[in-house]
Structure formats: C-alpha cells, structure tokens
C-alpha cells in the first residue's frame, strides 16, 4: 500500500518569502506528526495531530510556523516570511494513534537562500 | 524532560563484523522504544521495536532488548553487510500517541 507521500520533495525559495509543505498520511492512520531535521539539532518534533485538532503544538520554533489538517488527512506546514535557519529538512510521520509506530515520508528539503 | 542518548559516530565495519550501537534514555515511567534506520535521501524506516522491560525487538538480524535497569537499549547485529551502511535512530515514546525523541543519530559504514 502506499506509504507516507510529502511535497515536493525539494524546494529553494527566497529569504522572506511564505513556503507550504504537503503531508498525505498513510490511509486510515489519525495521528499525524511534523518534525524538522537540520545539521547540529538533529531530529525536532514540531507539532501533532489527533483526527484535525493539534493537542500538541509546543515544537513550534515561532510564530511564522502553522500547520493545519483537514479531513482528517492531509496537513500542510506554513513557514511564513522564511528566514536562513528554516532550511531542514521536514519530515511528516503518521499512525494509528496509540503505541503503534511511526510510518515517515521522505520529507521535504527546504533551502532557503 | 525525556532525552535519548546514542554512542557518537561515525562507526566503520567491515562486512561480516559485529556491530553494536549503545543508547540510553532518561524518561519517566515505562517508555516504548525503537530503532529507525535512514538511507541516503530517504524517510525514517522503523527497524524494531520494544514496549515493555525485557522485551526483545528484532528484524534483519538487528536485535535490542528494553533493559530498565540500565535504561539501555543497545542495538546489535552479528554480521554486517554493506547494504547496512546508514544512519540509525534511537528513539522514546513516553506515552501513548506522543511525540519521539530522537538521539543524535550514528552513522554506519561498511565496507566489502
């Protein structure tokens, strides 16, 4: 079956500009997870859905970061007004919730100029 | 707060070697643990699991055993091949549908 899809899988944008990050999670997984992977901070969570709502949002590094999921599925992770530290790459994770394992995408590099 | 911590790396084995990769963890309670393997340009790939003291996780040959008396959970394989060459992730998960902790990560090469 189809595993964890992330997009797009590279994206170079400009100091200040918004850039949008897709996660479609396995079929029928409800909780979904963002973390962010950078040299010298090694793996972050970032933030983590249950169904729609985000009972855990507290690996947010600011205020430019947002994500939202809908549906029940798909998320989308907003970096608003990109500055140099926002270039990682950003993993998406989904499960059936509970103690079962994490599934990953294979992220999406950001790089930010 | 919860945090786990890897053997630095990088590692480098020739093929058949034995391999063991040390970690230790500091959490409250009774975490489930886990390996994850990352391939060049790839996704985490969960390898094994542990969710209770003395529990045994394996796969491809990688075994590790939840030791709670030494909070370890050291991962081990008798013989390495090169298709083993990757970063591997030692992880918690403190409660239930909670976020992983990660350690730093050690990368493996092997060499024919």
């Known amino acids: 079956g189809a595993g964890v899809s992330q997009s797009p899988s590279n994206k170079v944008t400009e100091k200040g500009k918004d850039v949008e990050l897709r996660c479609d999670p396995i079929?029928?997984?409800?909780?979904l997870y963002w973390y962010r992977q950078s040299l010298g901070q090694g793996l972050e969570f970032l933030i983590y859905?249950?169904?729609?709502?985000?009972?855990?949002k507290s690996g947010l590094p600011s205020d430019r970061f947002s994500a939202e999921r809908t549906g029940g599925s798909v998320s989308t992770l907003t970096i608003q007004r990109t500055q140099q530290e926002d270039s990682a790459v950003y993993l998406c994770?989904?499960?059936?919730?509970?103690?079962?394992?994490?599934?990953f995408g294979d992220g999406t590099r950001l790089s930010i100029l | 707060g919860d945090s786990v911590t890897q053997m630095e790396g990088p590692v480098t084995l020739s093929e058949e070697a034995f391999l063991t990769i040390n970690c230790t963890y500091t959490?409250?309670?009774?975490?489930?643990l886990f390996w994850y393997v990352q391939y060049p340009g790839e996704g985490l790939q969960l390898l094994l699991k542990?969710?209770?003291?003395?529990d045994k996780g394996s796969n491809k040959g990688f075994e590790a055993t939840y030791r709670k008396e030494t909070t370890s959970f050291h991962l081990e394989k008798g013989s390495v091949q090169v298709s083993d060459s990757a970063v591997y992730f030692c992880?918690?998960?403190?409660?239930?549908?909670?976020?992983?902790?990660f350690g730093e990560g050690t990368q493996l090469t092997v060499n024919p």
């Open positions: 994770a989904s499960s059936f919730g509970g103690v079962e394992p994490q599934h």
């Open positions: 079929s029928g997984h409800t909780a």
């Open positions: 859905f249950q169904g729609n709502s985000a009972p855990d």
């Open positions: 959490a409250t309670g009774y975490p489930s």
């Open positions: 542990a969710t209770k003291a003395d």
């Open positions: 992880a918690l998960s403190r409660t239930s549908g909670s976020r992983l902790t």
